[in-house]
Nanobody
Framework: EVQLQASGGGLVQAGGSLRLSCAAS????????IGWFRQAPGKEREGVSC????????YYGDSVKGRGTISSDNATNTVYLQLYDLKPEDTAVYYC????????????????????WGQGTLVTVSS
């Protein structure tokens, strides 16, 4: 069974950092394009960071550019999103998604509509 499990969310003060994890089962995560997305209350889901398995290119959304790093651990079949200098506007539920038939270059929820999605992990940034 294919599953993605996101974790690592929590409460953090503004200026702090957090590492989110996305563990996969049922497939090899880094063989697929991977994306991190977030949805803040009352807002649409948006792309945070996406990785193309085809050419190794990583995309970052404007909202986190320069404040995020995506990485992977092949041994544990896990992808990470490290966020730095967190701001209250980073408060959202963060989701990971992966799949073979996605458009990672868009780093958009629509581009990952055919991906496997995890259940989300809540990040709350206090001011």
């Amino acid at each position: 069974e294919v599953q993605l499990q996101a974790s690592g969310g929590g409460l953090v003060q503004a200026g702090g950092s957090l590492r989110l994890s996305c563990a996969a089962s049922g497939f090899t995560l880094v063989d697929y394009d991977i994306g991190w997305f977030r949805q803040a209350p009352g807002k649409e889901r948006e792309g945070v960071s996406c990785f193309s398995a085809f050419d190794g290119v990583t995309y970052y959304g404007d909202s986190v550019k320069g404040r995020g790093t995506i990485s992977s651990d092949n041994a544990t079949n896990t992808v990470y999103l490290q966020l730095y200098d967190l701001k209250p506007e980073d408060t959202a539920v963060y989701y990971c998604a992966a799949g073979p038939d996605v458009e990672s270059y868009t780093c958009s929820p629509d581009g990952f509509s055919r991906a496997y999605w995890g259940q989300g992990t809540l990040v709350t940034v206090s001011s």
